[in-house]
């Protein structure tokens, strides 16, 4: 069975740090690009980052652009994205995607295989 399983999520203080990983299983994914998307309560769910297949190319919504990094490890079949200077308008459930190509991509429907998401909460 192919999937993918977040970890990593909490609760945080405003300024504070986490790193969720996405550990993938049923197949290799070091040739597919990997991107995590939010989603807020009320909210439609976003584009965060994504990483092509080889770690060599990383794109970022703007608002996360200087406090987040995707990263990846093909070699244990894992995604992270570390996030630094967290606020409260972060806060939402981290979702990791599975992308149909190699190169990295912001569209949602460009993603074939998610996770089922992690609690990622930041107090004021």
């Known amino acids: 069975q192919v999937q993918l399983v977040e970890s990593g999520g909490g609760l945080v203080q405003a300024g504070g740090s986490l790193r969720v990983s996405c550990a993938a299983s049923?197949?290799?994914?070091?040739?597919?690009?990997m991107g995590w998307f939010r989603q807020a309560p009320g909210k439609e769910r976003e584009f965060v980052a994504a990483i092509s297949w080889s770690g060599g190319v990383t794109n970022y919504i703007d608002s996360v652009k200087g406090r987040f990094t995707i990263s990846r490890d093909n070699a244990k079949n894992t995604v992270y994205l570390q996030m630094n200077s967290l606020k409260p308008e972060d806060t939402a459930v981290y979702y990791c995607?599975?992308?149909?190509?190699?190169?990295?991509?912001?569209?949602?429907?460009?993603?074939?295989?998610w996770g089922q998401g992690t609690q990622v909460t930041v107090s004021s």
């Open positions: 049923g197949r290799t994914f070091s040739n597919t690009a």
């Open positions: 995607a599975g992308a149909s190509s190699k190169y990295f991509t912001k569209i949602k429907g460009d993603y074939d295989l």
